[in-house]
């Protein structure tokens, strides 16, 4: 993938350095890291859900933080007594893993449960009343028409 050069906007804009670090930083990493698998949909206008699949992790095991713009979803297993297991396959992951997800402004993780091995984070976006659109009323002077100079012809 090519790199892009974003100087000339830094140049003319001011407080978007997080959106080019996203965009440098968009296909990098994500690629080679695909565990666990998980889903993003939308369940209402500013609501989200991301469905993470789990399996073989407890709740006490899997860890979420929110921070800065960054969601962190955790899952450590905790060591298991290998001696005396012997597998003739395994195919359920152990490993532990680390996904992020960057969040949006205003948007807010609700809740997060755990069911029949799929973790279900809730997130809504809260755009505060000062930054929501607000339709503005346009006043005509009323007293201005009205005065309007009267010419006495001599």
Known sequence: MRHVDYTPLYRSTVGFDRLFSLLDGVGQSEQANSYPPYNIERTGENAYRITMA??????????IE???HVLTIKGERAPEDEDTTQYLHRGIAKRAFERRFQLADHVEVRAANLKNGLLHIDLVREI???????????ATDVAAEQKAIEGQLN
């Open 54 to 63: 789990v399996a073989g992790f407890s709740d006490e095991e899997l860890s």
């Open 128 to 138: 505060p009343e000062a930054m929501k659109p607000r339709r503005i009323a346009i």
């Open 66 to 68: 929110a921070r800065e």
